[in-house]
């Protein structure tokens, strides 16, 4: 059974840090590219960054410069590293996983969903 479970949110101020993690279990995992998404209230869900099977990596416009994704293959976890965080960055952050190659930002192409972890930042 497949399983990703996002931890590591939380409420921080305007230019602090916060780092994501996802560990994931019931899949082989070096097989899978994974990704980062987003969803804040009333918006639809976007991607924020992915990783594919070979360790590239595609950034959403927004988070470029500010946010690193990565990946610990020994311990089948993902990592988002966020730095400057903006108030704009609050929302919902969930880990997903597909089968590679995919097109990396695109939710309808990955299969397997975390339940989410919540970041908020304050002005």
């Known amino acids: 059974q497949v399983q990703l479970v996002e931890s590591g949110g939380g409420s921080v101020q305007a230019g602090g840090s916060l780092r994501l993690s996802c560990a994931a279990s019931g899949y082989s995992y070096s097989r899978y590219c994974m990704g980062w998404f987003r969803q804040a209230p009333g918006k639809e869900r976007e991607g924020v960054a992915a990783?594919?099977?070979?360790?590239?990596?595609s950034y959403a416009d927004s988070v470029k410069g500010r946010f690193t994704i990565s990946q610990d293959n020994a311990k089948n976890t993902l990592y988002l590293q966020m730095n400057s965080l903006k108030p704009e960055d609050t929302a919902m952050y969930y880990c997903?996983?597909?089968?590679?190659?995919?097109?990396?930002?695109?939710?309808?192409?990955?299969?397997?969903w975390g339940q989410g972890t919540q970041v908020t930042v304050s002005s």
């Open positions: 990783i594919d099977g070979d360790g590239s990596t």
């Open positions: 997903a996983a597909g089968q590679c190659p995919l097109k990396l930002l695109s939710e309808n192409d990955y299969n397997y």
